[in-house]
């Protein structure tokens, strides 16, 4: 629809609620994703790991040892295993040994109860989503609301995935062409730190891509030798090949002193948006409502730097506190 079509290329700057109303809901849940979209969100983000049977589901890891109650599950005690993923060892347990139906018997926790514990209050309420799910919930609140909501998922760690014959394309193709979705003017981002998996989507869909890139470190698929090499001139005339936007690590664009780096004025004359993360105070990390609000440090720290970042030209912002971000878009 026209209105669908809109919301990629919005005039105003977009709220990206990351990991839903993050800090106020334990992540990637739908009551995480609902808060956001009540807050005026202008796209939810969900994080997309794979089940042993294919599914795309919503958690930040493929580890949910911390991020769900699986500890607690005698039945799945045997599961328990150590894997690499992306040069890191953990220990615990991991999606792709759960089929959907047996994901579907946990429920979420929050990840950062000590920094978070009004999110921890709801622990043990909510099961973990699949994309249908959020995609679901997106139709149906902007159904309700009036006011177009998008979805930006994340693919986690696709190479990792592949090499455990496990893709996510055909299922990521799947839901979004069950949503009426697999098309250029939809009101998705599909964003990515692997190159290859994003280049690869290029070729069999136009749904806006987004290329990550980190402040340090370089994609995990071996593509590119660093973040930093992506940023050239060139690196970004490449990225805007396969992608229409640049979601890059917050700082890249304005310092932590608060300079402006040309990053995104440099991104937007290359043709792409340019989609920040993650705006949350974490120096303050005040996990409720109330305790940042009472906060004028925090909330004005939020605020300024949401600003800074305006005025260097992004076109979105991933927050785990979607109100202070609308408030903050608005203002600045
Ligand atoms: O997707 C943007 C940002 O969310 C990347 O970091 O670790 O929170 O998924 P992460
Ligand atoms: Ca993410």
């Excluded at 429920?107 to 909510?126: H, Y």
């Excluded at 696709?158 to 455990?164: C, D, G, K, L, T």
């Excluded at 792409?272 to 109330?290: G, K, M």
């Amino acid at each position: 629809t026209a209105r669908e079509a809109g919301i990629t290329q919005a005039p105003r700057i977009l709220v990206i609620a990351h990991r839903g109303a993050s800090g106020e809901r334990p992540e990637h849940t739908l009551a995480a994703y609902d808060l956001a979209i009540e807050q005026g969100a202008d796209f939810i983000e969900p994080d997309l790991v794979l089940t042993r049977d294919g599914a795309l589901v919503a958690r930040h890891e493929n580890d949910i040892t911390q991020t769900t109650d699986v500890a607690e599950h005698p039945e799945f005690a045997d599961r328990r295993a150590t894997r690499t993923i992306d040069g890191v060892t953990h220990t615990g347990w991991f999606t792709e040994d759960f089929t959907l139906a047996e994901l579907k018997t946990l429920r979420a926790k929050e990840r950062l109860p000590d920094l978070r514990p009004g999110n921890a209050r709801f622990d043990g309420q909510f099961a973990v989503p699949t994309l249908a799910e959020v995609i679901a919930l997106a139709k149906r609140r902007s159904a309700e609301t009036g006011r177009m909501i998008g979805i930006y998922p994340e693919t986690k760690h696709p190479s990792y995935f592949a090499a455990r014959g496990l893709d996510f394309d055909a299922p990521l193709l799947a839901a979004l062409r069950e949503a009426g979705w697999d098309r250029a003017d939809a009101p998705v981002f599909v964003q990515s730190f692997e190159v290859d998996n994003l280049r690869r989507l290029a070729r069999q869909t136009r749904v806006p891509l987004v290329q990550l890139v980190a402040s340090a470190g370089a994609p995990a698929d071996g593509a590119a030798a660093s973040y930093a090499e992506m940023l050239s001139d060139t690196g970004l005339a490449a990225i805007a090949r396969y992608a229409r936007g640049l979601g890059p690590e917050k700082s890249l664009v304005v310092t932590n002193e608060g300079d402006d780096t040309g990053l995104a004025r440099r991104a937007r004359a290359a043709g792409l948006q340019v989609h920040p993360w993650t705006f949350r105070a974490e120096n303050y990390f005040l996990p409720e409502r109330d305790r940042i609000g009472a906060d004028p440090k925090a909330t004005g720290r939020l605020a300024d730097e949401i600003a800074r970042h305006v005025a260097a030209g992004v076109t979105g912002f991933f927050t785990d506190f979607p109100y202070l971000g609308v408030e903050a878009r608005n203002g600045a």
